[in-house]
């Protein structure tokens, strides 16, 4: 249960909020590098923590993040002509460069207006398939952070854009949320649930495929440097003389990412508030080993080819209270959700109680520590923001922070299996 208050502090990201503060003192990632391809490509509309922008790859191939609304009579510069250092507005021509700087302002002889205004830009990087900005406070831009997959080929990378119509905090929660798989995900967790009889799913690509049907797994969590991790441990049938359990240690990496383990591989998921009440999930998935792997098959256990329920060119979410989030009330007979795909069963989830959900009326369980977890620290971040100190888990080099999914022995620690997660002491 969290108060209103608390909740508000939790979930409100615009300009001038404590939780948005928190968000801008990251790299965040904003869409897929696909999206602005070649130089002088057409630019990308972008609503990030509540602010219009434009991104948009300028002739001479620089990546550029500005303010959308243009400086002189606040039409979109997503309509403007991109250029060799810069974009041009246009309606009267105005041209500004990727610092902002207003260079040209063909409509008057007043030069002073150009030295006088310049347009809101941000810091923009490229890697690991995605582009980032960073739109805190110049002073406090932390260094470029270093994740395992940015050393991977991009070709062996599945990255998806997906926006949906919740408030970031509900999409991440259920990340955080380990007693969901074996339920609501009950078709790839433990097929065989239909008729009472539990048989491992053997798909080592599938971060759903349970390999035990303990339901209420326990839950171990623990401080780190980048935020926190969790391991559910599952008991598994072994001879007494070497009992063994499953593990899956889950990494939430501040402000509000996650990874998620398959036996084979890692799917990185950032949530990304795009304003209080939509979220853009960008997911980058890949083999642990590096190699190749069958995307189309990762995105048929995910559900995002179903046309009825995604816009592929906008990467949009379409599910909504009117086509009832694609549930087929008969086939629920023999698929647990009546929906198709891991993340439509996911996103049904966090969209159904509405784009903020009043946490004040809920009832958690053990099985939610990490939920709990994640939004102390998310407070605390706030709260330490608006004291002027640093956010919890800023740091660069995340490439030793990995997932993980694999039965070992009882008398192996788990903290072995992820030995580059450094704890941290808590000082909140
Ligand atoms: S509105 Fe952009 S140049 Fe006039
Ligand atoms: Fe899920």
């Not at 941000?122 to 050393?151: C, S, T």
């Not at 008729?195 to 326990?218: C, I, M, Q, R, Y």
């Not at 990490?370 to 740091?395: N, Y």
Request: hydrophobic share 40%; aromatic share 8%.
């Amino acid at each position: 249960m969290l108060s209103q208050q608390d909740n508000e502090l939790l979930c409100r990201v615009g300009p001038g909020t404590a939780m948005g503060d928190v968000f801008r003192r990251f790299w965040n990632p904003v869409l897929p590098a696909m999206e602005l391809q070649s130089p002088g490509c057409r630019p990308v509309r972008l609503r990030i923590l509540g602010e219009e922008l434009v991104a948009f790859r300028d002739k001479s191939g620089q990546l550029c993040i500005i303010e959308e609304w243009c400086l002189h009579r606040r039409v979109s510069l997503a309509l403007g002509r991109v250029e060799e250092h810069g974009i041009r507005c246009l309606y009267h021509g105005w041209k500004f460069g990727c610092d902002g700087t207003v260079h040209e302002t063909p409509n008057t002889k007043d030069i002073r207006i150009r030295e006088r205004l310049r347009a809101r830009t941000y810091p923009v990087r490229e890697a690991g398939g995605l582009i980032w900005a960073y739109m805190g406070p110049i002073d406090k831009q932390p260094p470029f952070p270093h994740w395992r997959f940015m050393d991977i080929a991009i070709s062996n990378l599945n990255v998806v854009k997906l926006d949906s119509g919740s408030n970031y905090m509900q999409v991440l929660e259920g990340g955080a949320d380990s007693s969901h798989v074996g339920v609501l995900h009950s078709n790839f967790a433990r097929p065989g649930w239909l008729d009472g009889e539990f048989k491992a799913n053997p798909d080592d690509d599938n971060p759903t495929a349970l390999v035990s049907d303990e339901l209420a797994p326990d839950l171990e969590i623990e401080d780190t440097e980048f935020g926190f991790h969790y391991a559910a441990v599952r008991p598994m049938p072994s001879n007494d003389e070497n009992p063994m359990h499953n593990v899956r240690i889950v990494p939430i990496v501040m402000p509000s990412t996650r990874i998620i383990p398959a036996r084979a591989m890692q799917t990185v998921l950032f949530e990304v508030p795009i304003d209080d009440e939509n979220t853009r999930t960008l997911s980058i998935g890949f083999r642990i080993d590096g190699e190749s792997f069958d995307m189309s098959r990762y995105e048929d256990i995910r559900g995002r080819k179903n046309p009825a329920l995604v816009d592929q060119v906008a990467g949009r979410y379409l599910g909504t209270w009117e086509n009832h989030f694609g549930q087929d009330p008969e086939a629920m007979e023999s698929s647990w959700s009546g929906i198709q795909g891991v993340v439509m069963e996911d996103l049904a989830m966090s969209m159904s109680p509405g784009p903020i959900v009043d946490r004040s009326d809920e009832h958690l369980v053990a099985a939610d520590a990490a939920i709990v977890r994640a939004r102390r620290q998310l407070l605390a971040s706030a709260r330490r923001v608006l004291a002027g100190r640093d956010p919890i888990g800023l740091m660069d080099d995340l490439s030793q922070v990995m997932a993980c999914d694999e039965t070992v022995p009882v008398k192996t620690r788990w903290q072995d299996l992820a030995p580059g997660h450094k704890l941290r002491q808590t000082d909140d």
